[in-house]
């Protein structure tokens, strides 16, 4: 087989692709014969040595991949030489072959595309927790997602429609906005232009929107949340700006809103019965057309530094995948 390996993890140019053994599944593990893989943040932050979770060195990087099992550990039972997977196993991604534990691994349903299986686990999984679960969104609430047009905001705009909600995207450029419309979003707010608080009382005469999706951070939190409705629920995703905010307090009790951390890595390890159940359910919705995960580009997977570079400009729409031929 063949990785990309970080030995020495002071960013993207730091990798090698290197021929290694290919490893032999343990007990309770499935061997991936990958086929497609995604980039997320956390990808760029662990070989940047700036991740919460340090693994020892070397490693591959990469969490999120899709393909074939073609090698089954020890007691596996319900996955197959030949099935069809997707898996979000924090690392081992960036590379030909994985070995994943089988509680991981999600069975892909017939139709299932690998470049969307591979775009799909982590972005659809943190949306579907952090609105349906930790928000309760209800249909006919607004929903304001922020960085609507990344692998996370594109996802969580898609879910809220889903579930009946109207959807207001705020995104960085008019052509990120133009995308949010394009795949559901009923309003945009271009918050690199405009005045967000006053387009947002605006867009939700006065109200506020009930439930703000956050995987931005930094100054827009603090307005945002000045701005969210009575009852409002503000999911805290993750802090794609590089600041973490601090909101003062009183403004929650003003408002009568909570300030709700959303943590799905965590949530699937802890409750691994109730996350299956939502990427069922999510696995329906994309069978029936109401969700697709965004893909910016499709690279070989020997273009993974490109990728990381388009990454860390901010400029992807949705997801970059990577793929083996």
């Not at 073609?70 to 979000?88: P, Q, S, W």
């Not at 943190?126 to 607004?142: C, F, M, N, P």
């Not at 000045?226 to 009183?250: E, H």
Request: proline share 6%; with cysteine; hydrophobic share 45%.
């Amino acid at each position: 087989m063949h990785a990309w390996i970080c030995d020495n993890p002071i960013g993207p140019d730091a990798l090698t692709w290197k021929e290694l053994p290919t490893p032999e599944p343990k007990a309770g593990e499935v061997r991936v014969a990958i086929r497609a893989a995604s980039l997320n943040f956390p990808d760029l932050l662990i070989v940047q040595n700036k991740y919460q979770m340090k693994p020892p060195l070397p490693f591959v990087p990469g969490s999120e991949y899709a393909g074939v099992v073609d090698a089954v550990g020890e007691g596996v039972t319900h996955l197959k030489v030949g099935d069809a997977v997707a898996a979000f196993g924090g690392l081992g991604g960036f590379g030909t072959h994985a070995c994943v534990s089988a509680q991981l691994a999600m069975t892909l349903p017939p139709g299932f595309a690998f470049d969307d299986a591979a775009a799909f686990i982590c972005t659809y999984g943190t949306s579907h927790h952090a609105l349906i679960d930790r928000a309760g969104l209800k249909a006919g609430e607004t929903v304001l997602v922020l960085g609507a047009a990344g692998g996370v905001g594109t996802a969580a705009i898609q879910i809220a429609k889903a579930a009946g909600a109207r959807v207001i995207a705020a995104a960085s450029s008019d052509e990120k906005c133009a995308l949010c419309r394009d795949i559901g979003a009923d309003a945009t707010i271009n918050y690199g232009s405009a005045n967000l608080r006053e387009e947002l009382k605006s867009l939700t005469g006065g109200k506020g929107p009930d439930v703000v999706y956050d995987p931005v951070g930094g100054d827009l939190a603090e307005p945002v949340f000045r701005s969210i409705a009575w009852r409002g629920r503000y999911l805290v995703i993750g802090f794609a700006q590089g600041a973490i905010p601090s909101l003062p307090l009183n403004l929650a009790l003003l408002k009568g809103a909570s300030i709700v951390g959303v943590f799905w890595g965590e949530f699937a390890r802890r409750e691994p019965q109730r996350n299956a159940q939502a990427l069922a359910d999510l696995a329906s919705w994309y069978a029936q057309g109401r969700i697709k995960p965004v893909i910016d580009q499709t690279l070989p997977m020997q273009e993974l530094r490109q990728a990381f570079a388009r990454m860390g400009s901010r400029q992807v729409h949705g997801k970059l995948v990577l793929t083996n031929t």
